[in-house]
Nanobody, 130 residues
Framework: QVQLVESGGGLVQAGGSLRLSCAAS????????MGWFRQAPGQEREFVAA????????VYADAVKGRFTISRDNAKNTVYLQMNSLKPEDTAVYYC???????????????????????WGQGTQVTVSS
């Protein structure tokens, strides 16, 4: 099993930036892909970004492409989500997730289903004011 702890959320004005972190423990971090999802009130949890085991491949949802950057530091067992040019519609609880079953292929056009990610963090709130 893998334990995930997110941090870095908060309140920011539209156009601002935040950097989320997700620290992992329990299993070899470099052996599985990682993802970020978000869930706004009354909405389904949706995919935001994913990164391959080595960090060499990344994929983004269209809604965040060009504004968000996912990265990882395998030496620190941490994945990051740099969020720039934030918009009020980015307001949500952000969750990191680990592909502990190694079902996910991080390629353009790939499917990133919640059910494929076996471990989840508790979430961190991001609120963007207009």
């Amino acid at each position: 099993q893998v334990q995930l702890v997110e941090s870095g959320g908060g309140l920011v004005q539209a156009g601002g930036s935040l950097r989320l972190s997700c620290a992992a423990s329990g299993r070899s971090f470099s052996t599985f892909a990682m993802g970020w999802f978000r869930q706004a009130p009354g909405q389904e949890r949706e995919f935001v970004a994913a990164i391959s085991e080595s960090g060499g491949s990344t994929v983004y949802a269209d809604a965040v492409k060009g504004r968000f950057t996912i990265s990882r530091d395998n030496a620190k067992n941490t994945v990051y989500l740099q969020m720039n040019s934030l918009k009020p519609e980015d307001t949500a609880v952000y969750y990191c997730a680990a592909d502990i079953w190694q079902r996910v292929e991080v390629v353009a056009g790939g499917a990133f289903e919640r059910a494929d990610f076996g471990s989840w963090g508790q979430g961190t709130q991001v609120t963007v004011s207009s």
